[in-house]
């Protein structure tokens, strides 16, 4: 299951394929375009994965208890490569995650 939660508003999917991309791009930049600093958390539990990855405009709650597996790591640097770690992203920078995603998972 992968849950996208981007200030209050949360969507849960079954696969990485039914993620609703129009919405995200939505959700990010209407808050953007409002001045709003804008906190994306994305949960992935599938198979062996289990990863929370959070925006830096989000409150931290602390990291995991263990190394991160090998395909979480690779999903942890595609965040980072995707911009997802700085402030100044933008729904395309969201979506274009989702899309290389899909490539790590299925």
Not at 21 to 38: A, G, H, K, L, P
Not at 66 to 83: H, M, S, V
Not at 86 to 104: D, E, H, P
Request: glycine fraction near 6%.
């Amino acid at each position: 299951m992968i849950r996208v939660k981007i200030e209050s508003q949360e969507h849960k999917y079954d696969s990485i394929n039914d993620i609703n991309e129009r919405w995200i791009t939505q959700q990010v930049n209407r808050r953007q375009s409002d001045d709003q600093d804008v906190c994306v958390k994305v949960h992935i539990e599938q198979d062996s994965i289990k990863i929370v990855l959070n925006t830096p405009t989000c409150s931290s709650s602390g990291g995991g208890g263990r190394r991160p597996r090998p395909q979480e790591q690779a999903i942890f640097n595609l965040w980072k490569d995707r911009g997802l770690n700085q402030t100044n992203f933008s729904g395309g920078n969201v979506v274009a995650f989702f899309k290389q995603l899909r490539k790590l998972v299925d």
